[in-house]
């Protein structure tokens, strides 16, 4: 059972840069979230798609990018990374993204370094 | 504005319980959730209360009281693989999650 996958894992990027961070689930769930979490903070919404074709801006958008070709896949994409950019980026995916209920399950999580 | 308080360190006694809150202030309320986080993992669901009251599942509660915007996680018979963070997220009017910065918990033996 693989639920949620991300790649790569860990990746340290030069500033300046592009790198585009892979999800993909096969929970056929719905709604897809990027999330950032840093040390002291809470967990971070940058995008989300509630549906494939729809995608939505989170808390924290700015110098991320995000497209929901399909159901399954869910890259996040840094066009020019900054050392601000530096962070633990978790994929999460959930049956709905407008339900009150909406417990939503994690990938691995990709540890992203911008030097 | 949108506020999670919870606490951020936590020390305890394996065998022991603990209780750890959160207070919370979001546009809307539509539920609230506990996830534990182990070290260098991803969130993993502990619980879901959507109404006043004590949600138990095992050696772990969940309370809720919507009119104080309060919920506590209750820990019991404490195991050292309890030593995690436990994040308290609350949904908003969009169905969105809005997380606290988590309450690591450290048990002694």
């Not at chain 2, 019991?76 to 308290?88: G, H, I, V």
Request: proline share 4%.
């Amino acid at each position: 059972t693989a639920g949620i996958t991300q790649a790569p894992t860990s990746q340290i990027l030069a500033a300046g840069r592009s790198m585009t961070l892979r999800c993909t689930q096969d929970m056929r769930h719905n709604a897809m979230y990027w999330y950032r979490q840093d040390l002291g903070l809470g967990l971070r919404l940058i995008h989300y798609s509630n549906t494939a074709g729809t995608t939505g801006k989170g808390e924290v958008p700015d110098g991320y990018s995000v497209s929901r070709a399909n159901t399954d896949d869910f890259p996040l994409t840094l066009a020019s990374a900054v050392p601000s950019q530096t962070s633990v980026y978790f994929c999460a995916s959930s049956d709905s993204g407008s339900s009150s209920y909406n417990e939503q399950f994690f990938g691995p999580g990709t540890r992203l370094t911008v030097l | 504005g949108q506020n999670i308080d919870q606490p951020t360190e936590m020390t305890a006694t394996e065998g022991a319980i603990v209780q750890i809150n959160c207070t919370y202030q979001t546009s809307g309320f539509n539920g609230l959730f506990w996830y534990q986080q182990h070290a260098g993992e991803a969130p993993t669901f502990l619980s879901y209360n959507v109404l006043d009251g004590l949600e138990e599942k095992g050696r772990f509660s969940s309370f809720l009281s919507r009119s104080k915007g309060y919920s506590y996680l209750l820990l019991k018979e404490l195991q050292m693989k309890d030593s995690a963070s436990y994040l308290c997220a609350s949904t908003d009017s969009n169905y969105q999650l809005i997380w606290g910065a988590g309450t690591k918990l450290i048990i002694k033996p």
